[in-house]
């Protein structure tokens, strides 16, 4: 989950867009970047796989549109069916087609056809998203009964120690998904989004 995005053309960094990770097709950013594929992605990590069914009642949405995303995302490869886990060959069930949907790596997308366009949107999707989800948690902290958390803070540390850190924060994150996607405990659970973000202050 973690994007490791740096400045400096290290090779060890650039091995997510040579292995063909998400954001190496100009066309699959423009994809994801649609707020209710994205969500769905979102969804998926954190349940496992899902039918149309289940992806409508997560959204509120009706189950035809949620049919549509689901064909859309599958189109570019980012979801797949999982037959392994349906009740029988009429039954479509979806999971992710790779666990690094989420690690995007944009830096050299500009220069392909249509990839200046495509990080276009990505970004006025991802500023806008960032914007709202502030929002969002503040509001939610201020209702009785919701249970939401706001983190800040600063530290200081070498370049080496800001990916050790975004290394344990993102190991943390998988520990909760594992242990909360295959829980058979019944307990009621929602969907929480997780947003964290590791940059210097004052980097040219």
Request: no cysteine; proline share 4%.
């Amino acid at each position: 989950m973690t994007d490791f995005a740096d400045q400096t053309n290290d090779p060890a960094t650039d091995s997510a867009t040579d292995s063909g990770a998400v954001g190496a097709d100009p066309r699959v950013l423009r994809a994801i970047a649609h707020p209710v594929r994205n969500r769905i992605i979102g969804e998926m990590e954190a349940a496992g796989p899902m039918r149309a069914a289940d992806v409508a009642a997560a959204l509120g949405i009706p189950a035809n549109q949620a049919s549509f995303h689901l064909r859309q995302l599958a189109k570019y490869g980012l979801v797949e069916e999982a037959p392994e886990v349906a009740r029988d060959g009429r039954d479509r069930v979806w999971r992710l087609a790779s666990d690094d949907l989420l690690r995007l790596d944009i830096s050299h997308l500009e220069e392909a056809p249509g990839g200046r366009a495509a990080v276009n949107v990505w970004r006025r999707h991802a500023s806008a998203r960032a914007h709202e989800l502030v929002d969002r948690a503040y509001e939610l902290r201020r209702r009785e009964g919701t249970s939401s958390a706001i983190l800040e803070g600063t530290v200081r540390l070498t370049r080496e120690e800001s990916h050790e850190l975004a290394t344990a924060m993102d190991e943390l994150l998988e520990g909760w998904v594992a242990r909360t996607r295959d829980a058979t405990d019944d307990a009621p659970r929602e969907t929480y989004h997780l947003f964290a973000l590791l940059q210097p202050y004052d980097a040219d």
